[in-house]
């Protein structure tokens, strides 16, 4: 079976697709620097390699265990709100690194390349859903990170070399069964925190961000997706690269439904019945207000099904697993 490199493996959504990999019987290796994913969701089956994701002496070493047919590469900061004051940190992790990687990539033959994009690269736009060629105006330094990768991804493409890159909407829920979800002791995630809400963790109320946007109640939109959707989503992206090159670069993977800050944190007080003080706050610096996906492109192409499109059902997902930590 072909050999497969995670980067970020041990994170929320890396160590989710890894575990689906290896069900599929592929052999896969982790890189991960544990800055934000756990030890514990890296499973026996994995090779792991602790380290960084550009460092080539550490990406030979891997190789060398059997050729990498294809990397994913989930490894990046991912705070809208802090890349907007630690901009060099996240161009240099995010894109630079990145750069490090896919000229490791050019240089050893790997065939395919996954990259986890986001939806945040549309930053504010003018309808309710976006499709894949919506321009893109990343209104934070964390979307102009991965658009920038995205860019170079679209100059390497070769019949050689064959990449897409995942425009995740947001990525919420955990799978009990693989006892895998949301790691972060502090995170800054709505759905996480609302469940650490929940759970009677969180030392202060859940704030709502700016009750004041063009929407139905006044606060941001989102199209919340189950962490279980989005590593079937990584899993057809690899077979449509297996079978040819894909016909587009980019592709949403989203459900094409959005929901408000509001009723995000009413259906998390239904499913856990706990009603968690909340405060209305200001706006969150580089926030757009409605973000839902347009995915019949990815769907089409690569026949993903999502199963899990249900807010009580990942709120409830996420409540359980935060639960049980
Ligand atoms: C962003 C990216 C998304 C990325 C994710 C990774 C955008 C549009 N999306 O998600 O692609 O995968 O970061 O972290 O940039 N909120 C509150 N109170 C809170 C926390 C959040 O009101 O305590 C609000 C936010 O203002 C926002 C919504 O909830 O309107 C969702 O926020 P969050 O869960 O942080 O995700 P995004 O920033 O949308």
């Known amino acids: 079976m072909s050999h497969i490199l995670v980067t970020g493996g041990a994170g929320y ?184 809400a929940a759970c009677g963790k969180l030392s202060h109320p859940l704030k709502i961000f700016g009750n004041d946007y063009l929407t139905r109640d006044g606060t941001c939109i989102r199209d919340y997706i189950h962490l279980k959707d989005i590593s079937q989503a990584h899993i057809k992206a690899l077979h449509l690269l297996q079978k040819g090159a894909p016909s587009q670069l980019v592709y949403n993977v989203g459900y094409g439904q959005g929901y408000t800050v509001k009723e995000v944190i009413q259906t998390m007080k239904k499913v856990s019945g706990i009603d968690f003080p909340v405060i209305e706050a200001g706006r969150r610096d580089g926030d757009p207000p409605c973000l839902t996906a347009n995915s019949d492109r990815f769907k089409k192409e690569s026949l993903w099904s999502p199963q899990y499109n249900d807010l009580e059902a990942i709120c409830l997902s996420a409540y359980h697993f935060e639960k049980s930590k």
């Open 13 to 196: 959504i890396g160590s989710h697709t890894v575990s689906c990999l290896l069900d599929l019987g592929y052999k896969v290796s982790i890189i991960d620097n544990l800055s934000t994913g756990s030890i514990k969701n890296i499973p026996q089956l994995a090779d792991f390699y602790f380290g960084d994701f550009s460092d080539h002496s550490l990406l030979k070493k891997i190789n060398h265990s059997q050729p990498i047919e294809t990397i994913f590469h989930f490894a990046a900061y991912l705070s809208v709100e802090e890349s907007t004051y630690k901009r060099q940190m996240y161009l240099e992790n995010n894109f630079d690194k990145t750069k490090a990687l896919l000229l490791f990539c050019q240089n050893y033959s790997v065939k395919h390349f996954i990259f986890s994009s986001s939806c945040t690269i549309y930053g504010n736009v003018n309808q309710p859903t976006v499709a894949g060629h919506t321009p893109s105006a990343p209104i934070n330094p964390y979307g102009q990170s991965k658009l920038m990768v995205e860019q170079l991804l679209a100059t390497l493409q070769s019949t050689q070399f064959s990449s897409l890159s995942l425009r995740y909407f947001n990525v919420a829920g955990a799978d009990l069964d693989k006892n895998l979800g949301p790691l972060h002791s502090q995170p800054t995630q709505l759905i996480p925190l609302a469940s650490l």
